[in-house]
């Protein structure tokens, strides 16, 4: 009995409609329909009726499907369990991340992965820390990577890890009186109008937090516009718009700015790699979660732009 006509019994079964089932399927409805005539003509019975457009089984159909399911299922365990007993790692994974750890940190992370684990396939989005953590909460998401967030408060069933934490600077514009100096103080800009990061993003709790700190809780910064992506905030102030805070990433940086250590304000950034706590986690999800953990220090070297 040849197997693919038992796994099309079975899409065909659950779509109840033989046009569906062959898009899932990836055959034409011509060669599935043949598929499921040569099944019934080598068990002698004809297991599915029309109903209309639909296609549905019969009693007989009904009885052969339960023990169809059994045997794919039995088979599938058994091709799990002798790809863990040989160490090999199948699936897919869903991965989501801000900005600077897709530019920085990820790309070799998933590169030597890659080499080690060539049958995952990771699909991979970019997204801030709330959409990061929503997705985590609806199921969307096997793992993320993100920034500072209300872990106990707003997010208790998500697990955390730190991988690292990125340092960061005040980004001014070639030009700009300041653009002379490598570090300056909080009083230096405290006057000055700032493109900022909106409220969805992490780096903005940490920016604020920093600078409630030494100037109190009811300073706020002077804002020409909110941004929820480094890289455009850079290129706005390389064109004069604003200063800007950003982290220690070498790939975001034009030649147009200067970047500059604040000493009064603890300027950190923390990363974490994120999880769903109580919900089933694939071996393949769980491999990336552990070599993450043991290759924290994979980033890109900072190296401050030259002038």
């Not at 897919?92 to 080499?115: A, M, Q, W």
């Not at 967030?149 to 070639?174: G, Q």
């Amino acid at each position: 009995m040849n197997w693919e006509h038992l796994i099309y019994l079975k899409k065909v079964a659950e779509c109840e409609h033989l046009t569906r089932a062959s898009e899932e399927l990836f055959i034409s409805p011509s060669a599935l329909s043949k598929a499921i005539a040569n099944l019934e003509e080598e068990l002698g019975i004809v297991l599915f009726e029309k109903s209309g457009r639909n296609i549905q089984l019969n009693r007989y159909g009904k009885m052969f499907y339960n023990y169809v399911v059994k045997a794919t299922d039995e088979i599938e365990e058994g091709i799990h369990f002798i790809q863990r007993a040989a160490n090999v790692c199948t699936g897919d994974i869903r991965v989501s991340t801000i900005f600077s750890v897709g530019t920085n940190y990820l790309p070799e992370l998933l590169s030597r992965f890659n080499k080690e684990h060539p049958q995952i396939h990771i699909e991979l989005s970019q997204k801030t820390t709330r959409q990061i953590l929503s997705e985590l909460g609806a199921n969307q998401l096997d793992l993320g990577f993100c920034s500072e967030f209300n872990h106990s408060e707003e997010y208790p069933s998500i697990c955390r890890d730190l991988l690292y934490a990125e340092e960061i600077f005040l980004a001014v514009p070639a030009g700009h009186p300041l653009s002379d100096r490598t570090e300056v103080c909080f009083d230096d800009i405290r006057d000055e109008t700032f493109i900022s990061y909106n409220h969805a993003t992490g780096i903005a709790s940490t920016i604020n937090k920093a600078i409630e700190k030494i100037a109190g809780p009811d300073f706020h910064l002077k804002t020409s516009f909110l941004i929820n992506d480094p890289y455009t905030i850079t290129h706005m102030v390389a064109k004069g718009l604003g200063l800007g805070f950003v982290v220690e990433n070498s790939s975001l940086y034009t030649a147009n700015i200067k970047l500059l250590k604040v000493t009064d304000l603890n300027f950190f950034h923390p990363i974490y790699m994120v999880w769903k706590d109580n919900v089933y986690m694939s071996p393949a999800a769980n491999a990336l979660r552990e070599y993450a953990l043991c290759h924290r220090n994979l980033r890109t070297p900072y190296i401050r732009p030259a002038f």
